[in-house]
């Protein structure tokens, strides 16, 4: 997020002004929540909230019922139906995935994963943080119906993560924010990795001609120079439609798409100034009295097609989609997945087995992961830790990271059908973000000073940018 004051609003001729002065004052309190870092953790934190009181009350069976409440598209003998709860795991959140893929390309070519010194202990503390809560889950679930869920406990979710750091105040240098986004970028990586390869169907070829079909469209019309992003939804929806039909994931799509997303701005913001003021140079030429509509609507579409040339396509997109993803999808997705009922307990050992294997592989697996593999990189000489930053702070860091939430709900999701073990994981990765958060605050608070803050080399636009999530 940017720290720059909020465009002042442009004059509305047609408003009465005591009416538009009340609706400014009512947005304020709003405009400001969202400006809080952790703003888009708290929403998350009420959705799930609110899933879970609902699912546990003598209304049950409605959040049941919302859920499963069949959506689709009929056209002649065409039918394409599926429950509401798809919708929005494969549906929204190829949307939340779209967004990853855009910053995990926009970091590996000018951000924090562009250069190997700069991306080695990020990504050996995120290696770390997902190889061993696998193998503590592995051990400790043994048996081959809780095996699949191995994959639940590798995620960290950034919304949360970043929101518990800034709730520790200036005790975090902007280093360390900037470290877990690095690490989040490279974890939501290794996740989609694990969900294409072991939480995917059997491959049909003909659903990968449909998707091929698909990346080549967006690849071709990128070629052609087309910038309209409206255009680019229809071979969107058709690899998305393909990638499923072949039994991956749909959410892959998305990703993939995000990661052909163009990094490069056509013009930048030089080119988009000296457009810009060529264009309004040659209107001054002519004067107020002279100036007609059709020639000022002209300029108007010459400076705008400037503007869209003055961010990446992706970096655009990003800041576009961002506030929906964090405020809306993620949301929705927390309060369709977080409804799990305890009023009657955990059903057999085999629930319980998951419930602790899933928090153990969080709590304990995250924090030895990320600081172990931290410590050896630097050990080793590998990679380099950020001024500002000792092991002090890479300690929190492990132990922040054990708040998974998003991304560990959603594979889940894919390692379970029987429904006690899924609500059993669904139980454990709530328990152990829980616990992994307080004691990310207890600890920061314990181990970390204010005056530690003091020459992290990190400015501060880059400390807020952020990842989705």
């Known amino acids: 997020m940017s720290k720059d004051p909020p465009a ?37 934190l009420v959705a799930a909230a609110v899933a ?53 390309r926009r970091e590996v070519h000018h951000g924090e994963l562009s250069e190997w010194r700069r991306a080695a202990l990020p990504a050996a503390a995120a290696l770390g943080g997902m190889l061993v809560p696998a193998a503590l889950y592995t051990a400790i679930a043994g048996a081959p119906q809780t095996r699949s869920g191995w994959g639940v406990p590798m995620a960290t979710d950034i919304a949360f993560a970043v929101g518990i750091l800034a709730l520790l105040g200036k005790r975090v240098p902007p280093a360390l924010r900037v470290l877990l986004l690095a690490l989040a970028v490279i974890d939501d990586l290794g996740a989609i990795v694990v969900i294409a390869i072991f939480y995917s169907g059997g491959i049909q070829s003909s ?25 680019y939804i229809a071979p969107a929806l058709v690899a998305w439609a393909g990638v499923y039909s072949a039994g991956i994931h ?14 490069r701005a056509p013009l930048g913001p030089d080119g988009f100034l000296e457009s810009a ?19 000022l609507a002209g300029t108007l ?6 503007r869209r040339g003055a961010m990446a396509p ?86 922040v990271a054990g708040v998974g939430f998003t991304m560990a709900l959603f594979i889940a999701q ?16 709530l328990a152990a973000s829980v616990v992994a958060g307080a004691a990310g605050i207890a600890l920061g608070r314990l181990l970390l000073t204010e005056a530690e803050t003091v020459g992290a080399a990190t400015t501060a636009d880059e400390a807020e940018s952020s990842t989705e999530l």
Request: aromatic share 8%; proline share 6%; net charge neutral.
């Open 250 to 263: 749909p959410t892959i799509a998305g990703v993939l798409i995000g990661l052909m997303t163009p990094v």
């Open 277 to 295: 003021q060529r264009e309004l140079a040659q209107l001054a030429t002519l004067g107020p009295a002279s100036l007609s509509s059709h020639e």
């Open 301 to 306: 579409k010459q400076v705008d097609l400037a």
């Open 8 to 44: 002042k609003p442009l004059p509305t001729p047609e408003a009465w002004e005591p009416l538009l002065r009340l609706a400014r004052f009512a947005a304020r309190p709003l405009e400001r929540f969202l400006a809080i870092q952790a703003a888009s953790g708290i929403v998350l």
């Open 52 to 104: 879970l009181i609902w699912a546990n009350s003598p209304w049950r069976e409605s959040y049941v019922q919302l859920w499963h409440t069949p959506l689709g598209v009929r056209v002649g003998s065409f039918t394409f139906e599926r429950p509401l709860e798809w919708v929005v795991n494969d549906g929204l959140m190829v949307i939340f995935f779209f967004v990853v893929g855009m910053e995990i």
């Open 314 to 399: 992706a970096e655009s997109l990003i800041e576009a989609l961002h506030p929906w993803v964090a405020y809306c999808i993620m949301p929705i997705f927390a309060l369709a997945n977080a409804g799990v009922s305890v009023s009657g307990g955990l059903q057999g050992d085999a629930a319980w087995t998951v419930l602790a294997a899933v928090m153990v592989g969080l709590i304990v697996g995250k924090t030895v992961g990320v600081f172990a593999a931290s410590w050896l990189t630097l050990r080793l000489g590998v990679g380099t830790l950020p001024a500002g930053l000792s092991q002090r702070h890479l300690l929190v860091l492990g132990v």
């Open 414 to 429: 894919l390692a379970f059908t029987d429904p006690a073990l899924l609500a059993a994981a669904k139980l454990g990765v």
């Open 207 to 231: 659903g990968l001609l449909i998707a091929a079909a698909g990346f080549a469209g967006i690849f071709v019309m990128q070629r052609f120079g087309i910038r309209s992003r409206a255009l």
